[in-house]
């Protein structure tokens, strides 16, 4: 049981500072207004995790976070998990054409993109949600 | 070109206040540690936007906004576009074995859920996000 996932672009460059996203051209229609936006939320695919193996990872150790106790997929960020989708916060930079210029984007080279939104802080935003003290350790996700 | 998604549960019960989650049972050792976060990113898959036509829409007229221009689905949140993926920012109320408990979920009744991560405030939440105007107006995505 299951949906069937179409990849709308690719993550051209990977960088921390600035990335770039390329939207595919039949699909650069869907662009119109993003500009509007000064942050996005990116979904993007975790290719090298689409293994049969990886998807049957239901918990893991955080260790980029110093965690040594399992935590389940669910409970934390970790790549490997049933769909390996990415989901990271950016600040849209630049949007020319077919490329979006971001910052903040922690996905990998070729990662492809699966669907972009813009970021509506009166819905997304939830400074004081409530996180275990290990988040706080290492990498923001 | 694209991926395979497999379903990992269903919005059982649809409801604004107290919407109920089914993480199917294969799929519940993922859930460990859940509790200790108060905010989910729930991604479900908007079933009844899975059709040839509904992907193929780039351009839409965000009406729940009162917005009469059209704009790139990329630059809004209509289920309607290529990868009829939801995502929703819900409070977490309840985690009991395979069924969670959630605030502010925005999905129909038997969704399919495709993925859960936990929010990460120091990632995800930008509550000074600049919107454009018309994201005021109405429901809040």
């Known amino acids: 049981m299951g949906g069937e996932l179409h990849f709308i672009g690719i993550v051209e460059k990977a960088s921390e500072e600035e990335a770039k996203v390329r939207i595919f051209s039949e699909y650069r229609s869907g662009l119109k207004g993003i500009k509007d936006f000064s942050h996005l939320i990116i979904l993007y ?6 293994t049969e193996k990886e998807r049957q990872t239901l918990r893991v150790f955080p260790r980029r976070h110093a965690v040594n106790v399992e935590k389940g997929v669910f409970a934390c960020r970790s790549p490997s998990r049933p769909n390996p989708i990415g989901l990271c916060v950016v600040e ?9 210029t971001v910052k903040g984007l922690d996905a990998l080279e070729k990662s492809p993109i ?10 997304d935003a939830v400074p004081n949600a409530r996180v275990p003290e ?3 350790h290492g990498p923001k996700t």
Chains 1, 2 share one sequence.
Do not use: G, M, Q, V
Request: with cysteine; aromatic share 18%.
């Open 114 to 123: 699966i669907d972009i939104k813009p970021y509506f802080p009166r819905a």
């Open 92 to 100: 849209l930079l630049k949007a020319e054409d077919c490329i979006l």
């Open 134 to 136: 290990w988040t706080f």
């Open 45 to 50: 695919w975790c290719h090298l995790r689409d």
